[in-house]
C-alpha cells in the first residue's frame, strides 16, 4: 500500500533539525573553558543559550556515549570520550615521538616557552606546548582558535602559504618573523616555518614570553636558534635525514 504524501517526513525539515541538534550538542561540549573542571546546568545553558530543559536533554544524550558526566552534586563535566577524542586528533600530528622532544629541546635552549601551530580553516590552533622554566611565562591555550593574522605564529602560517604583500614576502624571505604585543598585550613570540614531504607547509615553531623578557634585540637573537628547531622538525616529519638526525624518524601526519 502506497504511503500517502502527507504522511511522509520533510526530508529538509528533518535535516536541518539533527543538523540543529549536533551543533548544540556540540556547544554544549565547547562551553567549558580551560581550567574548567565542572559547571552547573544554569550555567552551561546560559553559556549555550538554551533553555535549561534542552541543555539537560542534551547533555544526558552526550552522557551516553560518554562526552559529559554528571556529578554527585548535579554539575556537568567532560567525560572520557571527550579526552580520547582529543588524544586521537593529537596523535594524528605524531605529537609524542617528534614533537614534544623537538618543543622540549627548544624550551630548553631558548629557555622560554615553545608551541606547535598548525592551520583549521581560517584560525591557527596550538596543537601542543611545551612550558619554559620561567616562573613568569605566557600561557597558551591548546586547541584554542586564534586568528592568523595576529602574531608571529599565525603570520608565519600564511606567508609560507602564498599570502601576498610586503610583509609576507619579507617573512618569506628572512625565514622567520616575531611580533610583540600583536594579538595579546605584554607577550612576544618569534616563530618559523615546518615543512613535510616535498616542502608541504605543516605549521610554525613558536617561542612565546613577556614581552620584557623577549625584547626585539632578544627575539632577533633567538632566531637562529628557532629556525634550527624548525628545520630539524621538518627534517623529522618529513622522515628524511639531515643535519640533526636525533629525532629523525619515520613519521605520520594528518593533512
Known amino acids: 500500500m502506497e504511503t500517502p504524501a502527507e504522511a511522509l517526513p520533510e526530508e529538509g525539515a528533518s535535516s536541518t533539525s539533527s543538523v540543529t541538534a549536533v551543533l548544540r550538542a556540540m556547544q554544549l561540549i565547547d562551553a567549558f573553558a580551560l581550567g574548567e573542571s565542572h559547571l552547573p546546568l544554569a550555567e552551561l545553558s546560559r553559556r549555550c543559550g538554551l533553555h535549561k530543559t534542552t541543555a539537560l536533554r542534551i547533555a544526558r544524550t552526550l552522557a551516553q556515549s560518554g562526552y559529559l558526566v554528571q556529578r554527585e552534586d548535579g554539575d ?3 567525560g572520557p570520550a571527550a579526552g580520547w577524542l582529543g588524544a586521537r586528533y593529537q596523535a594524528g600530528f605524531d605529537v609524542q615521538n617528534v614533537l614534544e622532544p623537538a618543543l622540549r629541546a627548544l624550551t630548553m635552549a631558548s629557555g622560554e616557552s615553545a608551541a606547535f601551530y598548525v592551520r583549521e580553516g581560517n584560525v591557527r590552533t596550538c596543537l601542543v606546548r611545551v612550558e619554559g622554566p620561567q616562573a613568569l611565562r605566557h600561557h597558551a591555550r591548546m586547541g584554542e582558535g586564534l ?3 595576529k602574531g608571529s605564529p599565525g603570520r608565519v602560517i600564511l606567508a609560507f602559504s602564498g599570502e601576498p604583500g610586503d610583509l609576507y614576502e619579507a617573512i618569506r624571505q628572512r625565514g622567520f618573523h616575531w611580533s610583540i604585543g600583536e594579538r595579546e598585550q605584554g607577550v612576544a613570540t618569534i616563530s618559523a616555518p615546518v615543512f613535510g614531504k616535498h616542502w ?7 617561542v612565546s614570553g613577556p614581552a620584557s623578557r623577549l625584547p626585539q634585540q632578544k627575539l632577533e637573537e633567538m632566531s637562529k636558534t628557532v629556525i ?3 628545520n630539524q622538525l621538518s627534517y623529522a616529519l618529513a622522515g628524511n635525514t639531515g643535519p640533526s638526525a636525533t629525532l629523525v624518524r619515520a613519521s605520520h601526519w594528518h593533512p
Do not use: I, M, N, T
Not at 608541504?200 to 613558536?206: D, Q, T
Open 76 to 78: 556537568w563535566r567532560l
Open 147 to 149: 586568528p592568523l593574522d
Open 200 to 206: 608541504r607547509l605543516l605549521g610554525s615553531v613558536c
Open 228 to 230: 634550527a628547531a624548525a
